[in-house]
C-alpha cells in the first residue's frame, strides 16, 4: 500500500496501534529501541578528543536497519516517535543519523499517552531534535562507560572474572552493604511497655502505660516495671482528661515511577521489573474489542506528579456523578514535585479515568488488571476531598500511674472510599473506637500486662524501601531502578533473603574495594550533584563535554592508584567436609557468579560439581526416609524437595511443617498469606490460626 509518511517508533507493539489513528497515508515501523551504541568490545569514548563517542550499529539490528531505510526512501517525510525521554531522544537522532535526516527539520513527534486525540494532537505539532536532551543522554552513557570499562576490568584482574562496577549501581551496593553492618553492630535493648484491658460498664476498650506523677517515664527493666505495678491498687481508674480533635488526612499524590514501584512492591508482591513490564504494556496499548487498541496509562517513566488540566476536569466528573459532590476537589490541592524532579511529564495516571477497572477486566490479564487498579485508583483518590477522622485521647488515671487511650473513627471517608496508601507492614489503617468518656468518670481495668521488649536492628531494604532512598538522595533517575536493582543480583553482589537485599561475600570485597580506591564513585552527594549537572545539560545550561571532563580528570587519578594499590585477591575455597562420590579427592565449596557450590578439589580432571542444599529439620512426608531441602527452580524461586532425589521425587512450593493434617493424616504446610503465615492441609481441608 502507497503511503506518503512513514513514522518509526520503538516498540512493534505501538506500531500497530498508532498506525491505525492515523490512517492509510501513515506507514508506521519500529526500530525495536536503539539501533547505535557504543561498541561492547572497548572503550568507545575517545578521552583525548573531547570524550567524542564512537557509535556502531547493534549487532543484529541490520536487517532492522535495512528495512528502515527502505521504506523512509519511499516516503515523502519521516516522523521520529520514539518515546518521550533522554532515551528516546537519543534513539531519535541515531536514527536521524542512519536515514540521513536534517536535524533541523521538525520532524520530532511526542506524546504522553497513546491515544487517538493525544496522537493525532501531536503531529500537528512536530518538532526538531532536541540536541541537550540527547547531550544528557550522551553525558549519561559517557560517564557510565568511563567507570565501567576502568573499573570493572581491575576487577578482573585482582579479583574474579565476570565482576562490573557502575555509577548507580555501586551506590546501591554501599547503601546495603552499609545496613548490613549497622544490622551486625546493634545491640539490643531492654525496654517494658504495660498494657491495659480497661472497661466501662459492658464497653472494652486498650490503653497504654504512659508516665506518672504527670511525667512521661520509660520502662528499661522489670524493676521499673515492679515499681509501677506496685503503685496500682485496685480496679478503679479515673479518667483525668478527654481530647476531641477533628483530623483531615489529605491523599497522597498521582504516582510517579519510583514511587508506583513502591507501592506495587507493597501492595501488590510485584518485583521492580515486573512492574515496569506490565506499565510498559499498559502504556504501548490494550486491545479493547470493537474500541481498538488504546494506551491505557500515561508515560510510565516519570518523576513529576504534574496533572493536566483536561484530566483533573474529567475526573471531577466523573467523582461527582460516581461518588457525590462533597467528594470531588473543588480547589484544586497545590501539590509540590520532588526535589530534583525534571517535570518532563506528567504523572502516571489513566489515559481515561471513565475506563474503569471494572470495565477493563475483561480485557486485561491478572497482572495488568492489579497494576491498571492500582494506577487508577491512586489517581481517582488524588483528585478527591481529604478524609476526615474523629480522634479520641483520654487519659486514665490511678494513684499517680498514666495510662492513655487513643481512639480514632471515620466521620467522612472521602478519598479513602477509593484508596488507601499501602505501608511497608502492608496493613491500612484501621478504626479504633472508644467508648464515650467524660472528665470524671470513673473505668474498670480489666487486666493489665507487663511485656518485656528488645529494641530491633533495622531492618534489610527490600526493593522497594532502597528505590525510595536512592531516590531520596538524588540517585538515578526513574528509568535507571530497574535495571540496577537487575544488575547488582545478576552480579551476585547481593543476594534476595525473603524479599530483602542481603550482600554477599563477593559483594562486601568489591564494595570496600570500590570505597578505598573510588571514594567518588560512591559519594553519594557527589553522584547526586552530577544527576544535576545531566539536568543543566538538558535544558541547555551546560556542556556535556565540561561535566564529563571535570568527573574524568580526578577519576583519572583514582584509577592509576587503584593499579598499584589494590592487591590480587584470592578468594579461597572452603574445605565441603566430604570426598567426592565420583573420585574420593576431598569436595570444596566455591564461590561461582551465582553463589557458592561444592566442587572436586580434582578439578579439572574431575568436573563434578552439587548444589548447596540446606536441611529445615523436616522428615520427608513421602518416603519418610530423606530430609527436606530448600532447592531454586531455574528461575531462582525457592522450593523444598526430598534429600534423597531422585529416588524420592516429592516437591513443594510451600513449606512442610513436619506434622500431619488431624482431620485427613495428609501433611501440613506453611503458606505465606496476607498478614503473615498459615498453616494448611495440602488437601485444602484444614488451616490452623494465622501466625502474625
Not at 514535585?337 to 477497572?357: K, L, Y
Not at 554477599?504 to 570500590?514: F, K, M, P, Q
Request: proline share 4%.
Amino acid at each position: 500500500m502507497a503511503y506518503k509518511y512513514l513514522v518509526i517508533v520503538e516498540s512493534p507493539a505501538k506500531a500497530k496501534t498508532i498506525e491505525k489513528y492515523l490512517g492509510r497515508n501513515y506507514k508506521v515501523v519500529a526500530s525495536v529501541g536503539h539501533v547505535r551504541d557504543l561498541p561492547k568490545s572497548k572503550m568507545g569514548i575517545d578521552i583525548e578528543n573531547n570524550y567524542e563517542p564512537h557509535y556502531i550499529s547493534i549487532r543484529g539490528k541490520g536487517d532492522v536497519i535495512k528495512s528502515l531505510k527502505q521504506a523512509a526512501k519511499k516516503a515523502q517525510k519521516v516522523y521520529l516517535a520514539s518515546d518521550p525521554d533522554r532515551e528516546g531522544e537519543a534513539i531519535a537522532w541515531h536514527l536521524a543519523f542512519l536515514l540521513g535526516l536534517d536535524l533541523e527539520d521538525k520532524n520530532r513527534v511526542v506524546f504522553n499517552e497513546i491515544t487517538k486525540d493525544a496522537v493525532k494532537a501531536a503531529f500537528k505539532e512536530p518538532r526538531s531534535i532536541d540536541v541537550s536532551l540527547v547531550d544528557a543522554q550522551q553525558a549519561r552513557r559517557a560517564l557510565d562507560r568511563l567507570v565501567g570499562y576502568s573499573i570493572s576490568p581491575i576487577l578482573w584482574r585482582k579479583v574474579k572474572k565476570g565482576l562490573s562496577a557502575g555509577r548507580v549501581q555501586s551506590i546501591a551496593l554501599k547503601i546495603i552493604i552499609d545496613r548490613e553492618q549497622e544490622i551486625r553492630e546493634f545491640i539490643p535493648e531492654e525496654y517494658w511497655s504495660i498494657d491495659g484491658n480497661f472497661k466501662k460498664q459492658t464497653k472494652k476498650f486498650k490503653a497504654n502505660f504512659w508516665g506518672v506523677d504527670g511525667k512521661k517515664k520509660k520502662l528499661s527493666n522489670a524493676e521499673a516495671v515492679k515499681e509501677i505495678t506496685q503503685r496500682i491498687d485496685g480496679k478503679d481508674y479515673q479518667v483525668t482528661k478527654v481530647e476531641k480533635k477533628e483530623r483531615k488526612r489529605n491523599p497522597a499524590q498521582p504516582f510517579t515511577t519510583s514511587n508506583m514501584q513502591q507501592e506495587a512492591a507493597r501492595k501488590l508482591n510485584f518485583r521492580t521489573r515486573k512492574t515496569m513490564m506490565v506499565a510498559q504494556q499498559l502504556y504501548e496499548g490494550i486491545s479493547l474489542g470493537k474500541q481498538g487498541t488504546v494506551g491505557l496509562i500515561t508515560y510510565m517513566r516519570t518523576d513529576s506528579t504534574r496533572i493536566s488540566d483536561t484530566a483533573k476536569a474529567e475526573a471531577a466528573e466523573f467523582i461527582e456523578n460516581k461518588y457525590g459532590k462533597e467528594y470531588s476537589q473543588h480547589n484544586a490541592r497545590k501539590t509540590k514535585n520532588p526535589q530534583g524532579s525534571q517535570d518532563a511529564h506528567e504523572a502516571i495516571r489513566p489515559t481515561s479515568v471513565m475506563r474503569t477497572p471494572d470495565e477493563m477486566k475483561q480485557y486485561l490479564d491478572k497482572d495488568q488488571l492489579k497494576l491498571y487498579t492500582l494506577i487508577w485508583s491512586r489517581f481517582v483518590a488524588s483528585q478527591m476531598t481529604a478524609a476526615v477522622m474523629d480522634t479520641m485521647k483520654v487519659t486514665l488515671e490511678q494513684n499517680g500511674v498514666i495510662f492513655i487511650a487513643n481512639g480514632s473513627k471515620i466521620k467522612f471517608k472521602g478519598f479513602m472510599q477509593v484508596y488507601v496508601e499501602g505501608r511497608d507492614d502492608g496493613k491500612e489503617d484501621k478504626e479504633n473506637i472508644l467508648p464515650e468518656l467524660i472528665e470524671g468518670d470513673v473505668v474498670q481495668s480489666v487486666s493489665i500486662e507487663p511485656k518485656q521488649h528488645f529494641t530491633q536492628p533495622p531492618a534489610r531494604y527490600s526493593e522497594a524501601t532502597l528505590i525510595k532512598t536512592l531516590e531520596e538522595n538524588g540517585v538515578g533517575r526513574p528509568s535507571t531502578y530497574a535495571p540496577t536493582l537487575d544488575t547488582i543480583q545478576r552480579r551476585y553482589y547481593v543476594k534476595l533473603t525473603q524479599r530483602r537485599f542481603e550482600p554477599t561475600e563477593l559483594g562486601e570485597i568489591v564494595n570496600s574495594l570500590i570505597v578505598e580506591f573510588f571514594p567518588q564513585i560512591v559519594d553519594v552527594n557527589f553522584t547526586a550533584e552530577m544527576e544535576n549537572d545531566l539536568d543543566k545539560v538538558e535544558e541547555g545550561k551546560e556542556e556535556w563535554v565540561k561535566v564529563v571532563d571535570r568527573f574524568y580528570r580526578p577519576f583519572e587519578k583514582e584509577l592509576e592508584k587503584a593499579e598499584d594499590g589494590i592487591e590480587k585477591i584470592q578468594i579461597k575455597d572452603e574445605p565441603a567436609g566430604f570426598d567426592c562420590d565420583v573420585c574420593g579427592h576431598p569436595m570444596v565449596i566455591k564461590l561461582g557468579r551465582y553463589g557458592k557450590f561444592y566442587a572436586c578439589s580434582n578439578f579439572p580432571e574431575c568436573r563434578n560439581t552439587k548444589p548447596i542444599i540446606k536441611e529445615i529439620g523436616v522428615e520427608c512426608p513421602v518416603c519418610h526416609k530423606g530430609q527436606v531441602v530448600e532447592r531454586k527452580s531455574k528461575k531462582n524461586r525457592l522450593f523444598y524437595g526430598c534429600s534423597r532425589y531422585p529416588d524420592c521425587d516429592f516437591t513443594s512450593w510451600d513449606k512442610p511443617v513436619g506434622r500431619n493434617c488431624p482431620k485427613c493424616d495428609n501433611y501440613l504446610v506453611e503458606k505465606k498469606v496476607k498478614g503473615g503465615k498459615q498453616v494448611v492441609c495440602i488437601n485444602g481441608d484444614y488451616e490452623e490460626a494465622v501466625q502474625k
